[in-house]
């Protein structure tokens, strides 16, 4: 099946410091591309839509100048957390959907748990 | 507003043991209902949907029923597997069209024990 890579899948910074989140799909083309980000007992919460070549659609109470998406490929889209501070721990994941494909064929990485000190 | 409700884990279970992973939402219209799971290290994967009402999604021994006069996606497994031990999710996509925006409970980890 479709797979969607997610890099890294654990990372510790200080705080004040950015970090990239990527996520690949291997072996389809993705228009568009989700971020979620999930704190402890709390669910998955959509941030962000990301298209192929387009601006990211950001979910109200997102920051779009602290959680920058670049989406320049059809089988790329990063996630930059610029200057992380410890409330931005925590577990982001990210989807992805194949062209043409209906509602539910979304495929999903394995998810990055960031730990800002 | 939508949102989707879904017990706290851990969930802990011997070999072969009854399973219910209990779900309830909240939605407007007639949204499309789904569990995903999270084996360790890997992406969610879908392992089942419903899309109306009385609809009953299945998948390698899971079953699920949408039931709207409930509010209700329960999963269930008659007999778990130690390989079955994962995380999982219970979502819903709302009708409009043109929208991938799931909206996901916490997630259940269940464990299951030889």
């Known amino acids: 099946g479709a797979v969607v890579s997610q890099h890294p899948s654990w990372v510790i910074c200080k705080s004040g410091t950015s970090v990239k989140i990527e996520c690949r799909s291997l072996?389809?083309?993705?228009?568009?591309m989700f971020w979620y980000r999930q704190f402890p007992k709390q669910s998955l919460m959509l941030m962000a839509t990301?298209?192929?070549?387009?601006?990211?659609?950001?979910e109200q109470g997102v920051e779009k100048d602290k959680f920058l998406i670049n989406h320049a490929s059809l089988t790329l889209s990063t996630l930059t957390v610029t200057s992380a501070h410890p409330e931005d721990s925590s577990f982001y994941i990210c989807?992805?959907?194949?062209?043409?494909?209906?509602?539910?064929?979304?495929?999903f990485g394995s998810g990055t748990q960031l730990s800002v000190l | 507003g939508n949102s989707v409700t879904q017990m706290e884990g851990p969930v802990t279970l011997s070999e072969e043991a009854f399973l219910t992973i209990n779900c309830t939402y909240t939605?407007?219209?007639?949204?499309?209902l789904f569990w995903y799971v999270q084996y360790p290290g890997e992406g969610l994967q879908l392992l089942l949907k419903?899309?109306?009402?009385?609809d009953k999604g299945s998948n390698k021994g899971f079953e699920a029923t949408y039931r709207k006069e409930t509010t209700s996606f329960h999963l269930e497994k008659g007999s778990v597997q130690v390989s079955d031990s994962a995380v999982y999710f219970c979502?819903?996509?709302?009708?409009?069209?043109?929208?991938?925006?799931?909206?996901f409970g916490t997630g259940t980890r269940l464990k299951v024990l030889a």
């Open positions: 989807s992805a959907r194949s062209t043409g494909a209906t509602n539910e064929k979304l495929f």
């Open positions: 072996d389809f083309q993705a228009t568009t």
């Open positions: 990301s298209n192929e070549g387009s601006k990211a659609t950001y």
């Open positions: 939605a407007t219209g007639y949204p499309s």
């Open positions: 419903a899309t109306k009402a009385d």
């Open positions: 979502a819903l996509s709302p009708t409009l069209s043109g929208t991938y925006k799931y909206i």
